[in-house]
Each structure stands twice: as C-alpha cells, then as structure tokens.
C-alpha cells in the first residue's frame, strides 16, 4: 500500500521552528508505529511570496489538492506588511482554505490539568476544560462581495460584506451537530441576530437542522458579544460552539487563553469527503507566525504537534495514536517543561522549541 501523502507547509516566522519540531514526531510515528507518510514540503505565505512573487504557487495549490493532508506551520510578518493586499502571505492561507473548500475549523480548547495555573483566568473557571469550537472558514465577511476601498463623495470608503447563503449554514451546522454526538452532546450557536440579517439567517437554518436531523442535541442560540463574556465567565458551560467566519476568528483567540497559551491551541479545517472517503483536510495551529519571538528557539511547538494528532484522528481514522501523541504533550508538561510563553511559576523548567520537541519524542517511548 503507498502511504499517505502529507504535505508540510512550514510558513513564515516561528512556522518552520514549530514544523521542525513536528517533522520529529512524524517520523516516530512512521519508525516506531508503522505509520508512514509521504512527506512533502512545499512554501506558502511569505517564504512563497520570496521565491514566487506569490503567497501560493499554483503547483502547491495542485499538491495540496492531492494531498491526503496538508499541516501548516504558520503565515506574515512585518516584511511584509506593506504589501499588495493581493500579494499578502496571509492570502495564501486564505486561497488553500478557500480553493479546498475547508467549510468547517475545528478549534478545540482542552486545559491540560498541568497548565491549569497559566491561564489568566481562575484556576476552577479552566481545569478540565474541553470545549469546541467549529468556525465557518470559508464565507462571511472574510469573502463577500463586494468588497475593496472605494471613492464616494470625495472620500474613501472601505467596504467588505457578511453574506451567508443557507447551504452554508447548513454543512457547517451538521459538522457541528455531528461532533457534538461524540462529545458532550451539546451545541451553542452564536452570531447577532439582533443587528444582522445573516445572523437571523444563521439562527433559522441551525435551527432547522437541529430540528429535522438532530432533535436529540441539544441546541442553544447565544448572541456573539454576549457568548465573548461567556466564555470567559464560565466556559464550562459549552460543548461544541458553531459560530461563522469572524466571530470563530476572535472566539478561538479568546478560548487560547482559557488553555494558558496560543501556543496549545491547534486546529482542523475540514471539507467534504474526497474519492478515498477523506475529507480535505488542513492543519494548523491557531497562532500565527509571533515575529517577536522567530529564530529565537522560544516558540511553543505544542499546538503544531497537536495538529498533527488530529490529523491522526480526522485524516487517518488512528484516534489512539492521536490520544498517545496527546498524552505525551500532557505527560511533558507535568514533568514542568516550559516554553517562555508557559514560564511563570516556580518548579518548571525552562526549554528550547527543540527541547520540548525531544521531549515529547521521548515521552513517545516512554508510552510504547
Ligand atoms: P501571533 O499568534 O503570531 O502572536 C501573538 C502573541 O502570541 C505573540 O506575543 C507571540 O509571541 C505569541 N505566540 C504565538 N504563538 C506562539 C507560540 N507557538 N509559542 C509562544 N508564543 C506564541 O499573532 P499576531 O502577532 O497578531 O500576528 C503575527 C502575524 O501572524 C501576522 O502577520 C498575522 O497575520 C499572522 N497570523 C497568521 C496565522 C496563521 O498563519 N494561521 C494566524 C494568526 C496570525
Ligand atoms: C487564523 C488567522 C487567519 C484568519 C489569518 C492569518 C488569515 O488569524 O487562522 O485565525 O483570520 O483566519
Ligand atoms: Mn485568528
């Protein structure tokens, strides 16, 4: 049997420190647990737009369409800040999710007991935490038209549109209904049904849904200002939270910090079922590429390597090497190793991004 073909998009700024550290794990797993991938590595964002005059060479688009995954480091810079919108690194990231169709983000936010401490909030409101977060993350206002910088009356006018057509809603309402019958059952939707007519339409639709195929979830309807002040309060109370484009965007953020870091939190962004009964599928983490820390070997590659482990669980159906790979990243973390955006209790031990990245291959071993 030919193995999977992975293909590794490392990125820009802290993007190839975390994606190194991952390359570690991939081949463990291929050596010790007869998982072989066939891994690519290609550029996107600024590194492509370096090489290319381009954030995503056409060719890596075509591989990433082939691909059985594709695991993203991370995209930007201020190199690059004052690009051509068009040309911008974080187009490329936007093209692959866009051009692959990847509908729905899963962007889980799990508090490792070890690093219940860390989080800014109460040590009670986080440990235990297991929530999800399912972002549309291929419509809304990050692709309406119309959208530009406009000339009106003498003055410029900057334009982007909210625009949500029902069958949007309703694949990424059925993703969500869907994992929430796995887990706690539970579903809150979010948007402002009170100020938008695209939230009135996203209420009506998860609504529907619930309501024809999935009468045994339960379902909640929460304004997103006030699900903002929730998570916060009390994220316990969630589940699974369905949410669209923009508000998943500044959710998830939020829900980091419920983790202790940005560093923790990995991502799935998946689309329909391809020939081989795969969904497209792209992974990354939920940070971005922290100039203020690249080529510092201070990044946490926790949240790469965790998307690794749900890619494990969502591409290549192996949940019990991905709850392995999990415990090893929870086993390091007890054992006090600490990245510097972890540090700041006593009895941890500072390390490099390469130090935790060993030290998880080593708490692989240690599990076998
Ligand atoms: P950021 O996530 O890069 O950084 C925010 C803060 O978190 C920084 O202080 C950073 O040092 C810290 N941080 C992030 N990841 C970390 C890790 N793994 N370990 C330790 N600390 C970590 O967000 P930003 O500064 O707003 O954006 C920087 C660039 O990244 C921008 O160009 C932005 O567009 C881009 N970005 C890309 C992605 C992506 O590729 N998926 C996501 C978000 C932002
Ligand atoms: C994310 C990022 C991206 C987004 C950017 C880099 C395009 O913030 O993945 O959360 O806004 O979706
Ligand atoms: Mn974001």
Known sequence: MTPPMLLILPGDGIGPEVMAEVRKVIDWF???????????????????YDAHGTPLHDDTMALAQSADAVLLGAVGGPRYDNLDFSVKPERGLLRLRKEMDLFANLRPAQCFDALADFSSLKREVVAGLDIM?????????YFGEP???????????????????????DRVARAAFEL????????????????????????????????????????????????AMQLCRWPKQFDVIVTDNLFGDLLSDAAAMLTGSL??????SLGAPMENGRPKALYE???????????????????????????????FDRGSEAERL??????????????????????????TTSDMGDAIVAALDASL
């Not at 560093?263 to 799935?268: D, N, V």
């Open 326 to 351: 999990e415990r090893a990243v929870e086993k390091v973390l007890s054992d006090g190793l600490r990245t510097g955006d972890l540090l700041n209790v006593e009895g941890t031990t500072p390390v």
């Open 147 to 169: 959208r530009g910088i406009f000339e009106e009356g003498g003055e410029r006018v900057g334009i982007n549109t909210q625009r949500y057509t029902e069958s949007e809603i």
């Open 133 to 141: 977060i399912v972002r549309e993350l291929t419509s809304g206002v």
């Open 263 to 268: 560093g923790m939190l990995p991502s799935a």
């Open 180 to 227: 929430a019958r796995k887990r706690g059952n539970k579903v809150c939707s979010m948007e402002k049904a009170n100020v938008m007519e695209s939230g009135i339409l996203w209420r009506e639709v998860v609504q529907a849904v619930h309501d024809a195929d999935y009468p045994d979830v339960g379902l909640s309807h929460m304004y997103a200002d006030a699900g």
């Open 30 to 48: 291929g050596t010790k647990r007869d998982l072989a991938f066939d891994v690519r590595e290609d550029l996107v964002g600024g590194a492509a």
């Open 285 to 315: 983490p939920v940070h971005g590429s922290a100039p203020d820390i690249a080529g510092q070997g201070k990044a946490n590659p926790c949240a790469c390597i965790l998307s690794f482990a749900m890619a494990l669980r969502y591409s």
